[in-house]
């Protein structure tokens, strides 16, 4: 029961199953096995550290052809990112005409996944580059990148772009202009959630073991930090414990109830 | 014991008793300083602060220390709006203000136990004018330094002479039987759609967008002659200067905030209970809500908690269940009237919805009964994205043809209710909280007043909008939204043939001046057919 009020709780950032479901797919794809017959690896850390001290690029991408990069990419947005993408494609499903609105949200989802690959192609590249100048210690590329999230998760640059994500702008309702403005809105949100979910990403590439562990500690903090309302941007560090406390008030709540 | 709250024109004399205490009460609070919890500032801070404007206005010294972190993050900013929990937020908040001025009022040897906040109903004939005592500088004995006197009034409500405010808001809220409507539908009710803590919603609820947003903007205005500087922050640069009423971030402090919300306060309870046995059709009519994320308030779902300080010390924390019975809180008002000014009878009586097939009328199906599952469908748009200015705006509605099938549809169908039609002005942004516009829907070019009055589908405030629309702001710079209910205007064009049009005539006309400058802009201006 309680578990059933903090969902609902959570509003339409949960709502929308075709997205939630897509992401448990794409989750169940990571999972799988390699030893299942036919199964290609498709979780991006993994592929990076699946090279033994590569020497240069050409040999990396020798064994790990860079349309497999880009696949096992698409798959952790789908898994992580994709869920993020909810209360948008709520937004836009609530304010367009009946006929345009698989359209529109097609193209919300187009936009805000091309930047997403686009930023891929770079946040990629890093990871790649950092795994073949670190050689034979795995570590390091993954303590420069936490490093580096860590500061961008205290900055107030990351919080002025995790506040944009919680603007829902009006669209244009007639095409061709309603085409448009969907495509620009995925757009949009795609550099901000790519702008304040960048380095996390980064991290859950370089994580030289347990990268299914890493890619959902990444993906729970970043969903948790959506239930978050916008704040006044500032370096501090504001872990989204949203959900925590909804369960405290509730087991006190519970409690007094039952003392009473 | 039960305290009444009453009519503070209607208690004897301009000075009188209830409000001679409020006033050296307040006086005892403003004489302490921003960090101290028992204090006017930090009172007014509870409800929201921009130290920037009140350093700027004197209300606060800039070298003034601001409380301990964990007090500012404990009680600042916690007002409720464009949310559900506007109303039991505030009630929270008066009652906590009472019982410090009881505090003062004890301390200073007066009649404590039974002092409460007297309302100010502006809907009462002679009653839409600022209270004499709130008016000037003085005591009654003449002497200056009068606490309720603020200098940053300018609104056409804030003078002594009678204002026709029902020519800018009204109180039809008081007859939408819904406290709130399941999202994602159209309606926000009475007291507003569902939210999390704050500003987390766009749209105001019936009551808080009129009278309550109105009001607070028709009290503050703006200043014409004067401009804020160049260096003003948060959007306020060479804007003119605006009355505290007007913005969220000061309204508090301005001493005839409380009596305004004293009066909103009695407009929850007389929407509750009055007039006995009005008509119900669902059992939830005239109810207020028992979803328990509404029970609980935002502390249920992982948000901050409502919390006031105490006078002797400490805070206590409220849920809106604990709100909801003014009674077992201990308070009365002494008449539950909402109004008896033209445009403020609440009538229950049928309208002209469905009269010419003998369906159910609007006003007996506005409200009371449950939404369809069907859920919400846009039907017309602008196709731009207008720019309110000073000068009146007439935009086109483009109107979907099969949508508007639907919905004609829906006026003829023997089995079902027909639709509730509803105006949406999404996405107003701006740089100002001071302004206001009518807004008429479907008005032929040669309209008399009366016919006017006939397409006005409501007034829009601003109050709170240069806030909202602040990109690191709680809406994340999406400003406000908000909704107006236009069945009987859509049931008249229909009926009159105006409807079958590709397009449909949207006047924007500014009643409260917007300065160009302000910048305001409407995302769009939708209609919505809401099937019953």
């Known amino acids: 029961m309680i578990a059933g009020r903090l969902l609902a709780g959570c509003g339409q950032v949960l709502r929308p199953a075709p997205l939630w479901l897509s992401a448990a797919g794409a989750w169940l794809v990571l999972a799988m096995p390699d030893d299942i017959a036919g199964h290609m690896d498709l979780c991006s850390s993994a592929l990076i550290w699946s090279v033994p001290a590569p020497e240069s690029f050409a040999f990396f991408f020798s064994l790990v052809p860079p349309s497999t990069l880009l696949l096992s990419w698409v798959t952790m947005l789908v898994a992580m990112q994709l869920p993020l993408l909810a209360g948008t494609l709520h937004h836009v499903r609530r304010t367009s005409f009946a006929s345009l609105r698989l359209a529109l949200q097609t193209l919300v989802l187009l936009g805000y996944l091309a930047v997403w690959i686009a930023g891929g192609v770079v946040l990629t590249g890093l990871a790649v580059t950092l795994r073949l100048a670190a050689g034979a210690d795995v570590w390091s590329p993954a303590l420069a990148a936490l490093g580096l999230a860590a500061l961008w998760q205290v900055a107030p640059a990351r919080q002025r772009a995790l506040n944009r994500c919680h603007r829902f702008p009006a669209i244009a309702a007639f095409a061709p202009a309603a085409h448009l403005g969907a495509l620009r809105l995925g757009l949009d949100r795609g550099v901000w959630c790519l702008a304040s979910c960048g380095p996390l990403m980064l991290l859950a590439l370089l994580m030289p073991s347990h990268p299914m562990g890493a890619m959902a500690v990444v993906a729970l903090w970043l969903w948790a930090e959506r239930l978050e309302p916008p704040a006044r941007p500032a370096w501090a560090f504001r872990p989204p414990l949203r959900l925590l406390r909804a369960l405290a008030w509730h087991i006190r709540t519970a409690a007094d109830r039952r003392g009473t | 014991m039960v305290r009444v709250r009453q009519n503070v024109f209607e208690l004897g004399s301009d000075w009188a008793d209830p409000i001679l205490w409020y006033a050296r009460g307040v006086k005892a609070m403003k004489a302490r300083p921003l960090a101290d919890p028992t204090g006017w500032t930090f009172y007014a801070a509870i409800h929201g602060i921009d130290r920037w404007l009140w350093n700027f206005y004197s209300f606060t010294k800039p070298t003034e220390p601001?409380?301990?972190?964990?007090?500012?993050?404990?009680?600042?900013?916690?007002?409720?709006?464009?949310?559900?929990?506007?109303?039991?937020?505030?009630?929270?908040?008066?009652m906590a203000l009472e019982t410090q001025i009881r505090a003062e009022i004890a301390a200073l040897g007066g009649p404590a136990d039974d002092w409460a906040l007297p309302y100010w109903n502006y809907f009462n004939t002679g009653q839409n004018r600022l209270p004499a005592a709130f008016l000037t500088p003085?005591?009654?004995?003449?002497?200056?330094?009068?606490?309720?006197?603020?200098?940053?009034?300018?609104?056409?409500?804030?003078?002594?002479?009678?204002?026709?405010?029902?020519?800018?808001?009204?109180?039809?809220?008081?007859?939408?039987?819904?406290f709130t409507v399941p999202q994602p539908n159209m309606s926000t009710g009475f007291g507003g759609p569902e939210t999390g803590f704050s500003w987390s919603g766009d749209r105001s609820g019936g009551i808080e967008n009129n009278p309550h947003n109105m009001v607070h903007v028709l009290v503050g205005g703006q200043n014409d002659s004067q401009t804020f500087p160049p260096d003003a922050p948060n959007g306020l640069a060479n804007q003119p200067l605006e009355?505290?009423?007007?913005?969220?971030?000061?309204?508090?402090?301005?001493?005839?905030?409380?009596?305004?919300?004293?009066?909103i306060d009695r407009l929850w309870q007389s929407w509750n209970v009055f007039p006995t046995g009005k008509p119900r059709t669902n059992p939830t009519d005239w109810m207020n809500p028992t979803a328990p994320k509404w029970a609980g308030g935002p502390a249920s779902t992982g948000e901050r908690a409502f919390c006031m300080p105490k006078p002797t010390g400490g805070y206590v924390t409220y849920t809106p269940s604990q709100m909801q019975d003014i009674a077992a809180l201990g308070y009365a008002y002494d008449d539950l009237t909402p109004g008896t000014l033209q445009g403020s009878a609440v009538s229950m009586a049928s309208a002209g919805r469905g009269m010419t097939s003998g369906r159910p009328t609007l006003a007996s199906t506005k409200g009371g009964r449950a939404m369809s599952s069907a859920g919400p469908e846009l039907m017309a748009a602008t196709a731009d994205m207008p720019v309110a200015g000073s000068a009146p705006l007439r935009l086109a509605l483009r109107i979907e043809p099969q949508v508007r099938t639907r919905l004609t549809n829906s006026f003829v169908a023997v089995e079902a209710r027909p639709d509730r039609v509803f105006l949406m002005l999404e996405n107003i942004t701006g740089l100002t909280n001071a302004g206001s516009f009518a807004v008429y829907l479907g008005l032929p070019a040669d309209a008399d007043d009366s016919t006017r009055q006939a397409h006005l589908a409501g007034g829009v405030s601003m109050f709170g909008l240069r806030k909202a629309s602040l990109a690191d702001g709680p809406?994340?710079?999406?400003?406000?939204?908000?909704?107006?209910?236009?069945?009987?205007?859509?049931?008249?064009?229909?009926?009159?043939?105006?409807?079958?049009?590709?397009?449909?005539?949207v006047d924007l006309v500014p009643t409260v001046a917007i300065p160009d400058s302000a910048q305001v802009r409407i995302g769009r201006i939708s209609l919505h057919r809401q099937p019953a």
């Open chain 2, 66 to 94: 601001a409380p301990a972190p964990q007090d500012v993050a404990r009680f600042w900013d916690q007002c409720q709006h464009q949310s559900w929990y506007f109303l039991p937020w505030h009630r929270g908040y008066l």
């Open chain 2, 138 to 178: 003085d005591w009654p004995d003449g002497k200056g330094d009068n606490p309720l006197f603020v200098t940053q009034r300018w609104g056409g409500l804030a003078t002594a002479t009678p204002y026709p405010i029902w020519t800018q808001t009204n109180i039809k809220a008081m007859q939408d039987a819904d």
């Open chain 2, 243 to 263: 009355g505290v009423m007007g913005d969220p971030n000061a309204a508090a402090l301005d001493p005839i905030f409380y009596l305004h919300h004293s009066n």
């Open chain 2, 475 to 505: 809406h994340g710079g999406g400003g406000i939204s908000v909704t107006l209910e236009v069945s009987d205007i859509v049931d008249r064009l229909h009926l009159s043939g105006a409807l079958g049009g590709d397009g449909l005539a």
